[in-house]
């Protein structure tokens, strides 16, 4: 019998909910670990039923043991990473015609990537006829703030945005915005025009303008850039047909349901990485 779901004539499912609220718990402190006493505040759970449900996540490895704290386990943390890589498989299955569509209109170098935390990941890339070098390798972390594509995704994820402009703000080159102020003042412009642009922010000599494409939820699963040397490349020129690809991504990525699965999860298995 489920001693959890009986306690106070609750059912199975009542159960399931509270192991999600304690999961949801350790955010921000799940790498060094947290107490049974803080878990249940945070879960406004009573702390004997916080102590049963940590004994039986941590019997299925979903959390561990750091003395007499807990943090999520590697078994989470593994599902979390696979279901990530999935996720960006289905996220290129699904874009890479519209990246080829944007490569087609202009011969730059054409990008693609999604939000990793306050950095983006590069899933796909397509070089132009005049490649410029840059960090944005198929694979490679990139601090958000620093890059169009990470523009592009902040500006409509407020969640997002602040936890980047509550971080430190790292430099890349010396036109990198660093000022949480100016980065804010940046963001809304993007709102605004609904396109955002990198001036050698992540690179000397690279100037971007990118979009982004939303899942189901309505908030960004990815961007589309396109880059080239700056003493050349006039991104605005390239943002009415930059958009209207954007917008066409975006039917294509709802109508798959990418992105339609609450990112929960996925955002306490990033913080529970170690």
């Not at 004997?48 to 490895?61: H, I, Q």
């Not at 592009?152 to 102020?181: C, F, G, Q, W």
Request: contains cysteine; hydrophobic residues 45%; proline residues 5%.
């Amino acid at each position: 019998m489920d001693t959890l779901g009986s306690e106070h004539g609750r059912d199975d499912r009542a159960a399931v909910e509270k192991a999600i609220s304690l999961l949801s718990s350790f955010a921000n402190r799940a790498t060094t670990g947290v107490g049974v006493s803080e878990l249940a505040r945070r879960a406004e759970l009573s702390k004997s039923t916080a102590y049963r449900l940590l004994g039986m996540l941590e019997r299925s490895g979903v959390v561990e043991r750091v003395g007499t704290d807990y943090r999520l386990g590697q078994r989470l943390i593994d599902l979390g990473i696979q279901a990530r890589s999935e996720e960006a498989d289905r996220l290129r299955e699904a874009l890479t015609p519209f990246l080829a569509d944007v490569y087609e209109l202009t011969h730059e170098t054409v990008h693609l990537a999604s939000p990793e935390g306050v950095d983006v990941m590069y899933l796909a890339k397509l070089y132009g006829h005049h490649p410029v070098p840059s960090p944005s390798r198929v694979g490679a972390r990139v601090p958000a703030h620093c890059t169009a594509v990470g523009k592009a995704m902040l500006a409509y994820d407020a969640a997002l945005s602040e936890k980047a402009l509550t971080a430190p703000l790292r430099a890349l080159t010396a036109s990198s915005l660093i000022d949480p102020v100016r980065l804010r003042a940046e963001l809304a412009i993007v709102r605004q025009g609904g396109v955002a642009f990198d001036r050698q922010e992540a690179w000397v000599g690279l100037t971007c303008v990118a979009v982004p494409i939303f899942g189901p939820g309505g908030k960004p699963v990815a961007a589309l850039s396109i880059s080239g040397p700056t003493a050349r490349f006039v991104p605005a020129s390239h943002a009415d047909a930059l958009r209207r690809v954007g917008m066409a991504a975006t039917r294509a990525v709802r109508h798959a349901g990418i992105g339609a699965a609450p990112a929960r999860v996925a955002g306490l298995l990033a913080s529970g990485t170690r």
